[in-house]
């Protein structure tokens, strides 16, 4: 659009951004299946999947866009899947019973960054963009009210840089790693988030948090990672536990093989409780569904936080198909499961692949094991309709604002808000703010407010590699993460949340006592890094925890143990919650005042959610 830009990265490359990890597809209503898709219809889904509690007009503008989106990154060259006959192929995703998620293998969020760092690359060599690879975010710096520019940290040699615009715009993922345990790449972070918020950015919604029920089990004390298997594989593989509690303790035992169950025996608990969206239930339901069948004792690895995802009815069914199209015979079950084997391979390869490596198990043979982790965040950074934060000239796009998902996100839907925002809302709002401002000059970063940013930076810095210090900051933030996921988790009550308040805020002022980091500021240190951004996670914990205690409903992925109904079903309270959350920071989270931003709905009734 003209704009010389400049853009900041933690990694090396842009390339390496957590969105590479995006496997399943992105969503568009463009009803190439002819299953009854439309715009209104991904509105009217996203609404109803977000639970009500996301901005209409948003999500509106959202479905509109989706098809943009395809046809953009068709132009950049993304490789989406394709049919038989050359046209771009789509998969289902949970919460829809339209098929509507445009995939590239398993790689979907891999082959859209490259497409759109061609694309910048290209300005980079236009010399329109300057890229500031191994710079990290430090503070906002804010001049007469606006938004006028940035503190960087050059990662390599510790230098703290200013850098002076007209327009600041967050993309900076969401903050899943407050969790510790997460699906989330591991430098995913919530500073850039927290900083503006600082400097008078409300945060919205903090609480609302997604855990995708297919991930790989937690194996131990020692892991840092979690790994997603890709919701697509709820299009062909069933989950189930067994039904005889006999049977989960064989199995913990090493002494029965799941394969071996009678099917009379297996519970398929989404089919039986979901008999309409069976399997493909939105996350949060299927997550809870899970630990409902676990807590009962029906988990079947050694923790008992597991739940089965087979693939054998799929592989008999592709097999069985192929045998018909080659003219092969149908009923021999060597030959029906080696061809839907290949059909699974073509399928989910990828990941299956990683699956094995992972667990040492062959998921074509034995069903996978899955238990729900936390993945994505619904909320962020408050913006209004263009876009913008409560500070003019400061704007957040992609997971790291609230905008259209309410309190639970659709799969395949965080990719195209994403690319929404940056490819078809945000420049076209950000030049009506920059219309009125542009004319102003260059900004000088010899100002006080330039100066002092930069101050409270090294600040905190040298306070760090000072610290003598007894405990590393992993330390602090897997504590953190315990904190969140037991009293924060897939579900909270009341009691808990006052615990964790009161925990996060003991744990905080131990890390700033205790914290050990390692080397100088002015090296390549990871761990002074990382400090940055775990003093972060411990202030937005404690934000977190407030904002679900405030919120005594249920709904979406806040699912308050006092608010559910008989079958233990989430419960909205639309009377009393029917808002956003907007918080603005007064100096320390607890001090943090609660703006309550109503939320109207025009076209679409509000009705209470069924999968049923
Ligand atoms: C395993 C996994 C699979 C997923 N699969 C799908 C899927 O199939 N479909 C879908 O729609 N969604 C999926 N999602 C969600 C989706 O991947 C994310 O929501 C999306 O990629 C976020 O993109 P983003 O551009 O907002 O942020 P990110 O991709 O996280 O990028 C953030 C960028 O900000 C930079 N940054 C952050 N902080 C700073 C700082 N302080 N200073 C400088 N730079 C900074 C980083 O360097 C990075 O480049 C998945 C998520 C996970 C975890």
Redesign the pocket.
Known sequence: MGYNVKT????DS?R????????????AAKNYQGDGDSTYRLFYDTIKGGDYRSREANVYRLAEVSTNIIDQCVAQGVPFARDYGGLLDNRSFGGVLVSRTFYAKGQ??QQL?LGAYSAMNRQIGRGKIKMYNR????DLVVVDGKARGII?RNLVNGEIERHSAHAVVI????Y?NVFFL????M???V??SW?IHKRGAHFANPCFTQIHPTCIPVSGEHQSKL??M???LRNDGRIWVPKKLQDVKAIRAGKLNPTEIAEEDRDYYLERRYPAFGNLVPRDVASRAAKERCDAGFGVNKTGEAVYLDFADAITRYGKEQAHVKGLDENDAVLVKKLGQEVVRAKYGKIFQMYEKIVDQNPYETPMMIYPAV??TMGGVWVDYNLMTSIPGCYA????NFSDHGANRL??????Q?LAD?YFVLPYTIGDYLADDIRTGPISTDSPEFEAAEKEVKKQIEAFINNKGKHSVDYYHKKLGKIMWDKCGMSRNEKGLKEAIEEIKALREDFYKNVKVPGTADEFNEQLAKAGRVADFLELGELFAKDALERTESCGGHFREESQTPEGEAMRDDKNFTFVSAWEYKGEPSKAKLHKEQLEYEEIEVKTRSYK
């Open positions: 900041f990265c933690f990694q842009p390496r951004a957590h969105s590479i990890a995006a496997q399943g597809g992105i969503n979907t969020g960054l710079h990290e975010m430090m960087t993309a900076s993922g969401g899943g997460s699906t989330n790449a430098g995913s972070n500073s850039a900083k790994t997603l890709s919701e697509s993945h994505y796009i992609g997971e790291a799969g395949a839907s965080a990719l195209m994403g940056g």
